[in-house]
C-alpha cells in the first residue's frame, strides 16, 4: 500500500502543481473543472446512486451547470460562494446533529443537492482565486495542508477528547487546537510576506482561523456521508489514496469559503454580484 501511495503522489502532486498553477483562464477552469467532475462521479456514489449510467447522466448535468456558469459570467461571481455559506451552515448542522438528523438529507435526490452547494462553488473559488494572480489560491492550499499536518501531529501526540466520534472517531479537538496554531502562524508570515496593511494583516489571521474550522467541517462532510452508505473510500480512482474527494473534501469548504472572504474582505472591489 505504500508502495502503492508513493507511486500515485509522484506523478499526482506535479500534474496537480502543473494544472493549478501553470494553466489560467480557460484552461484553468477546465482542468478544475475535471478535477470537480470527478468529484461529482464519487458524489452520485455518496448520494447512494448506484447505475453506472445515471450516474454519468448526473455527472453530465454537473459539466453543463459549470458551462452555463461559465458562459455567463458566474463562474467568477459572489453569489455561488454565498450559496456555499449558507449551505456549509446548513451541513454544520447536520454533521453535529448525526446520526438524529440523517432523515433530513438521506434521500438520494437530498444528497445529490447537497453536492450541487458544495462541489460548484468550489469550483467558483478555485477560478476567483487563480484570476486573483494565484498568490491567494497557494495561500489557501497551503491553509489546508497545514492544518492537517498540525492537526496530525497534534492530535498523535495530545488528541484525548473526540471531536466528532459518531462521525469521524479519529478526530479530536486537541488536534483540531493543532492544526489552527499551524494555519495561524502561517497566515502571520503570509501577512509578513505580503503587502498588506496592519488591519489586512490582522483581518487575514481572523479569515484562516475561520477557513481553517471550516476546513475540518469539510472532511466531517464526507465523513458522515462515507459512514452512511458504509464505505471507506469514495473510490479507487487515485491507488492507495482512495478517491479524489477524499484528496479535496476540506478543499471543498475552505476554497469557495476563503474565496468570499477575499472578495468581500481581503479585497472587496473586486466584488461581483
Not at 438520494?108 to 494572480?133: A, E, H, K, Q, Y
Amino acid at each position: 500500500m505504500l508502495k502503492q501511495r508513493m507511486i500515485t503522489a509522484a506523478w499526482l502532486a506535479p500534474l496537480t502543481l502543473i494544472g493549478l498553477f501553470g494553466l489560467q483562464g480557460g484552461a484553468f477552469a477546465l482542468f478544475t473543472a475535471f478535477i470537480v467532475l470527478l468529484g461529482a462521479w464519487e458524489w452520485t456514489n455518496l448520494a447512494g446512486v448506484a447505475r453506472p449510467g445515471t450516474r454519468f447522466s448526473l455527472v453530465a448535468v454537473m459539466a453543463v451547470l459549470m458551462l452555463a456558469m461559465w458562459l455567463g459570467g458566474a463562474a467568477f461571481a459572489a453569489w455561488p460562494l454565498w450559496l456555499a455559506a449558507v449551505g456549509w451552515v446548513i451541513n454544520l448542522y447536520w454533521v453535529t446533529h448525526y446520526p438524529n438528523t440523517a432523515g433530513q438529507w438521506q434521500a438520494t435526490s437530498r444528497r445529490l443537492l447537497m453536492g450541487i452547494w458544495v462541489l460548484l462553488p468550489c469550483w467558483v473559488g478555485f477560478n476567483v482565486l487563480r484570476d486573483s494572480g494565484a498568490v491567494w489560491l497557494l495561500f489557501v492550499l497551503l491553509l489546508v495542508w497545514t492544518a492537517d499536518i498540525g492537526a496530525y501531529f497534534a492530535g498523535r501526540r495530545w488528541g484525548k477528547n473526540k471531536l466528532a466520534p459518531k462521525v469521524s472517531p479519529g478526530k479530536s479537538w486537541e488536534g483540531v487546537y493543532g492544526g489552527l496554531a499551524a494555519t495561524l502562524l502561517l497566515a502571520i508570515m503570509f501577512a509578513v510576506w505580503q503587502p498588506i496593511s496592519l488591519m489586512g494583516g490582522v483581518a487575514l489571521v481572523v479569515i484562516t482561523g475561520l477557513v481553517t474550522l471550516i476546513s475540518v467541517l469539510g472532511d466531517l462532510l464526507e465523513s458522515m456521508l462515507k459512514r452512511y452508505r458504509d464505505i471507506k473510500d469514495s473510490s479507487q480512482l487515485l491507488p492507495g489514496h482512495g478517491g479524489v474527494l477524499d484528496r479535496i473534501d476540506s478543499l471543498t469548504a475552505a476554497v469557495p469559503i476563503f474565496a468570499l472572504f477575499y472578495l468581500q474582505v481581503l479585497h472587496p472591489q473586486v466584488s461581483v454580484l
